[in-house]
């Protein structure tokens, strides 16, 4: 298996613009997280799907950020309008079961989002 | 409710001298324990986890770490670095019954090691 992959690797954009990171799931997994990580805050959960459904988006910082699973193996992360306060590492996970406390994550090599 | 608490920001051992990564959680109910590396520019991966079974966890890498309920610690040891160990790790807890299942990730411990 390829295991989780992630689209782009690197994106710099500008104040303003629309960004779209992509996610695809390891074949068969359940679940779906999005991290955020920063020198200043760390690794930060945004969102997570447990069979394509939302579960928690308490961390998802406002608005301008929106995530959806249109399918079961992909996810979209998306910042629109995007800000400078923005840039930061992108992880999204999967991991196979679902609502199992025990459940290993498997991470993405992340997205280098930087917004100037 | 459930935390974690990673004592370090950073340690710093010379190649072949012990590790010890220092991690202790807090839970309302019965924890899984997890330990996660990140080599630089690369993803989380998971070194080991507890999940109330043996206390005593082997993971890859050499590394292992121990439940221990009474003092809520999950130090990650291992016996010799290697220079390959030097690297951000992440201790995470999450519980099972009554609250959330996400889990929850300490700030991370930045393992540097010397030739």
């Known amino acids: 298996d390829a295991g989780v992959i992630q689209s782009p690797r690197h994106e710099v954009t500008e104040m303003g613009q629309e960004v779209t990171l992509r996610c695809k799931l390891i074949?068969?997994?359940?679940?779906l997280f999005w991290y955020r990580q920063t020198m200043m805050r760390g690794l930060e959960l945004l969102i997570y799907?447990?069979?394509?459904?939302?579960?928690?988006d308490s961390g998802m910082p406002e608005d301008r950020f929106s995530a959806k699973m249109p399918n079961a193996s992909f996810s979209t992360l998306k910042i629109q309008p995007s800000e400078p306060r923005d840039s930061a590492v992108y992880f999204c996970?999967?991991?196979?079961?679902?609502?199992?406390?025990?459940?290993?994550?498997?991470f993405g090599p992340g997205t280098r989002l930087t917004v100037l | 409710a459930q935390s974690v608490t990673q004592l370090d920001s950073h340690v710093s051992v010379s190649e072949g001298t012990p590790v010890l990564l220092r991690c202790n959680y807090s839970?309302?109910?019965?924890?899984?324990l997890f330990w996660y590396v990140q080599h630089p520019n690369k993803g989380l991966q998971l070194l080991l986890k507890?999940?109330?079974?043996?206390?005593l966890v082997k993971g890859i890498n050499g590394f292992e770490a121990e439940f221990k309920k009474s003092e809520t610690s999950f130090h990650l040891t291992k016996p010799s670095a290697h220079m390959s160990d030097a690297a951000e790790y992440f201790c995470?807890?999450?519980?099972?019954?009554?609250?959330?299942?996400?889990?929850?990730f300490g700030r991370g411990t930045s393992l540097i090691v010397h030739p």
């Open positions: 996970a999967s991991s196979p079961y679902g609502g199992d406390v025990g459940d290993t994550q498997y």
């Open positions: 074949s068969g997994h359940n679940s």
């Open positions: 799907f447990n069979n394509n459904v939302p579960i928690d």
């Open positions: 839970s309302s109910y019965s924890p899984s």
């Open positions: 507890y999940t109330s079974a043996a206390t």
């Open positions: 995470v807890v999450s519980e099972t019954g009554g609250g959330s299942y996400i889990p929850t």
